[in-house]
């Protein structure tokens, strides 16, 4: 009995230690398509080009961009749009940037967000993210979470600066910081 409590206990803290570094999840990607679906900015007529930025030198990063991959897979029905994955290596950012509608930070970027949001901003791109980091630091305009619920977070400074609007709907599903 003992032996079957520290094995419990030891496959729980193994799991609370795998959700800290969580990689996103189905219903996130829900959620960043139907923020497609507001954005004003976005054609919504066609399928939304999803610019998923990555390292591939980083364990993190990686793990999340192969999460995204497999949750879009060859497209992903959201609301009012669908969205296709689009692979984007942070060094071919500057090239690929033209070619997508918005991008969706992965997690374990904290070093290269800076550099991300100047090319956004430089090409007047939506950026978003699960990683709260990216939009807490003005780095992502929209932050999404559902660990209690789904909530959608917007740096207001970081829209405005862009230029981006989104539909009036949208103001009331968002948590301004």
Do not use: W
Not at 120 to 133: Q, R, W, Y
Not at 151 to 158: C, G, P, T, W
């Amino acid at each position: 009995m003992k032996k079957t409590l520290l094995s419990l206990s030891a496959l729980a803290l193994c799991a609370m230690s795998l959700d800290a570094n969580a990689a996103t999840e189905a219903k996130e990607m829900q959620v960043v398509g139907k923020v497609a679906g507001f954005a004003n900015s976005i054609d919504k007529s066609k399928p939304v080009q999803l610019g998923v930025v990555f390292d591939g030198a980083n364990a993190t990063s990686q793990a999340d961009f192969d999460a995204v991959k497999g949750i879009i897979g060859a497209g992903l029905k959201t609301g009012k749009v669908t969205i296709n994955f689009v692979p984007v290596a942070i060094s071919e950012l500057g090239s690929k940037v033209t070619s997508v509608d918005m991008l969706f930070v992965t997690e374990g970027l904290s070093g290269k967000m800076a550099e991300i949001n100047s090319v956004a901003k430089n090409n007047k791109k939506l950026t978003v993210s699960t990683d709260m980091s990216c939009v807490e630091t003005g780095n992502c305009l929209v932050g999404v979470d559902v660990s209690s619920g789904v909530k959608v977070f917007l740096n207001r400074a970081s829209v405005d600066a862009i230029g981006i609007e989104f539909d009036a709907a949208f103001k009331f599903m968002v948590k301004e910081i």
